[in-house]
């Protein structure tokens, strides 16, 4: 699990989940497939803290207070929508953990389970938002648990010329 601090005073950081996506950009002295692989909450048995990318000479100061383990509750995201520019879609599903849906903007989205293995489809609806030329806003939202509160990982990607080079 990764966390990146552009802190001077201090403060209180939780690290939520690890992050995979940044792995590579960090120099390590083990092999990669470790940092990205499936993490066992249940396993854990030790806890190490690392620096990278720390200027020869320059001091850090860290202080650990308790750690504890938290209760995580992996509930379903109920209703996933998207609303690109003031036009909302929302894709009537219930996505379990690890569950993601890919859409390309014409007919249904596709319903995957956690191995890629295509198990539904989803008819969305209302009319499909377009992303214009250069910046656009994106939100996500779902059905949220009044107790719990939902987290998704949501990726964009823009096909076409008119997207080169814009964001």
Avoid at 2 to 13: G, L, P, S, V
Avoid at 16 to 27: G, I, K, N, Q
Wanted: neutral net charge.
């Amino acid at each position: 699990m990764t966390q990146r601090f552009n802190r001077t005073a201090c403060d209180k950081h939780s690290l939520t989940r690890p992050e995979a996506e940044r792995v590579f950009d960090l120099p390590a002295e083990y092999l990669d497939k470790h940092a990205i692989a499936h993490f066992q909450y249940d396993r854990l048995a030790f806890l190490f803290l690392r620096y990278n990318s720390i200027p020869a000479g320059s001091d850090v100061q860290c202080l650990v207070g308790p750690v504890k383990s938290l209760r995580e509750n992996w509930l379903p995201v109920k209703n996933p929508a998207f609303t690109i520019n003031g036009h909302k879609v929302i894709f009537p599903c219930q996505l379990e953990t690890e569950q993601y849906i890919e859409f390309d903007g014409q007919g249904d989205a596709r319903l995957f389970d956690r191995e890629g293995v295509q198990i539904g489809t989803v008819k969305p609806i209302g009319a499909v938002p377009t992303l214009k030329p250069g910046p656009n806003e994106i939100t996500f939202s779902s059905d949220a648990s009044a107790k719990f509160s939902n987290r998704a990982e949501v990726t964009v990607i823009r096909f076409g010329e008119e997207g080169k080079g814009k964001e």
